[in-house]
C-alpha cells in the first residue's frame, strides 16, 4: 500500500470515529498535482468540526504523518490539512454545500471509503 493510500484509509478511519457527515474520497492524482487524494467530511457543530481535525491528526500522527500545513482555526467554518499526497477538509455543512469541491474536483474519480 502506497504512503497516500495509507494516509487516506486512516483519515477516513478518524473521521468516521468522530462521527463525520458524508465522508467522501476523490481520487485526482490523473487530474492535479498538487495531491493524490481529497478526503472530504462534513460537520454538525464547531466543536464536532475540531474533534475531526483533532482525531485525524491525532492518527496520523500515530502513524508518523505529520501535516505540511494546516489552514483554519478553532472557529472556522473549513480546514485543510495538508499531508502532500492526501488533503482532508472538514467542513460545517453550510460551507460545504456553498464551496461544493465535489462538483470543482468532479474529473476526480470518487472513491467510497469503505473500497480504499
Known amino acids: 500500500m502506497g504512503r497516500e493510500l495509507e494516509m487516506t484509509k486512516l483519515a477516513c478511519k478518524a473521521l468516521e470515529e468522530k462521527k463525520g457527515k458524508d465522508i467522501q474520497v476523490i481520487d485526482i492524482h490523473e487530474v492535479s498535482v498538487i495531491a493524490d487524494y481529497f478526503v472530504i467530511a462534513s460537520a454538525t457543530n464547531p466543536n464536532q468540526l475540531q474533534a ?12 508518523g504523518f505529520t501535516p505540511k ?21 472538514v467542513f460545517d455543512e453550510e ?3 456553498f464551496y461544493d469541491l465535489e462538483r470543482i474536483w468532479r474529473d476526480g474519480k470518487i472513491v467510497k471509503p469503505e473500497e480504499l
Request: net charge negative.
Open 95 to 97: 460551507n460545504r454545500l
Open 52 to 63: 475531526m481535525v483533532d482525531g485525524v491528526e491525532e492518527e496520523l500522527g500515530k502513524a
Open 69 to 89: 500545513q494546516i489552514e483554519g482555526s478553532k472557529n472556522s467554518s473549513w480546514v485543510l490539512m495538508d499531508y502532500e499526497d492526501m488533503i482532508v477538509h
